[in-house]
């Protein structure tokens, strides 16, 4: 079975930077698509970044030139790098991933029917002004 395991989060003052981490464990597939998604109480969830084994990577508008998505495929993890955060990016932060074939880091690991598949538990960023 597949788990993920985020870690990062925290609280930091606007203009800070916070890296989060997601371990993966469990998979040996050599086809994958991962990807950050965040979620604030009341309000949809966002996709945030994602990366995909075709080397596809996307970025949100709302956090392009300010996070970084990069993996290191030795340590089976996931990373988000966030510059110059802003209070609006206060938010749950999910790590997510899918195996089956036609996910993509452009639809967030995501297809018209159904999220990513795995999940990991979240990580809280706060970010005060």
């Known amino acids: 079975q597949v788990q993920l395991v985020e870690s990062g989060g925290g609280s930091v003052q606007s203009g800070g930077s916070l890296r989060l981490s997601c371990a993966a464990f469990?998979?040996?597939?050599?086809?994958?698509?991962m990807a950050w998604f965040r979620q604030v109480p009341g309000k949809e969830r966002e996709g945030v970044a994602g990366?995909?084994?075709?080397?596809?990577?996307s970025v949100a508008d709302s956090v392009e030139g300010r996070f970084t998505i990069s993996q290191d495929n030795a340590k089976n993890t996931l990373y988000l790098q966030m510059n110059s955060l802003k209070p609006e990016d206060t938010a749950m932060y999910y790590c997510?991933?899918?195996?089956?074939?036609?996910?993509?880091?452009?639809?967030?690991?995501?297809?018209?029917?159904?999220?990513?598949?795995?999940w990991g538990q979240g990580t809280q960023v706060t970010v005060s002004s």
């Open positions: 997510a991933a899918d195996f089956r074939r036609g996910m993509t880091a452009y639809d967030y690991c995501s297809d018209s029917f159904s999220p990513p598949s795995f």
């Open positions: 990366i995909d084994s075709d080397g596809r990577i």
């Open positions: 469990g998979y040996t597939y050599s086809t994958y698509c």
